[in-house]
């Protein structure tokens, strides 16, 4: 046993001293990713979130000729103004529109929709490649909703709970 103390103490300090340079290692590390990987970081993330208005529309969800719901298309672009994929929250709300007001957003026609992107399965579900964008279907509770004007608010939320908005009006024609 006499004999195998001295090695171990012969192995113990370049151990010890290999630990600590690690460590010191890992703070830089941290540091410059503070410093420049959170901005290089930030060149791919999220930068804007844009509701295609041309593609953004009442629908019949059911594919039944009744307005049912709002067919939303959402595209994320990163800093350089390509489209991306996001994960996070997406909240859309519908509003009765107000006309000549300086507040667009009148009454809230229903409640919120909240949808999760967190999941492989959510953007499967969503994710569109070929148009680069969010195909999402939000099923209006009430049916559908008297003719007029709208407004579609979305908030992106997203895990680092930072919070992306746009906004666009709808207009339900006349049935009939």
């Avoid at 503070?34 to 901005?39: F, H, L």
Wanted: glycine letters at 6%.
């Amino acid at each position: 046993m006499t004999e195998n103390q001295p090695r171990t103490r012969v192995w113990l300090l370049p151990c010890i001293a290999l630990l600590a340079a690690m460590a010191g290692c890992a703070h830089r590390c941290a540091n410059r990713l503070a410093d420049n990987g959170m901005q290089q970081l930030s060149l791919l993330m999220p930068q804007e979130i844009q509701i295609v208005e041309a593609f953004t529309k009442f629908a019949a969800l059911d594919k039944s000729d009744k307005v049912d719901g709002i067919e939303l298309r959402l595209r994320p672009l990163d800093s350089f103004g390509d489209p991306i994929k996001i994960a996070g929250i997406v909240r859309a709300e519908l509003y009765h529109r107000l006309p000549a007001s300086g507040k667009r957003e009148g009454m809230r026609v229903c409640p919120p929709w909240k949808i999760s992107l967190s999941t492989e399965q959510d953007e499967r579900k969503y994710w569109n490649p070929l148009t680069a964008m969010y195909e999402i279907p939000l099923k209006l509770p009430g049916g559908q909703p008297p003719d007029g004007q709208y407004v579609v608010d979305v908030i992106y939320t997203t895990p680092l709970d930072c919070r992306l908005f746009d906004q666009c009006e709808l207009n339900m024609p006349p049935s009939g």
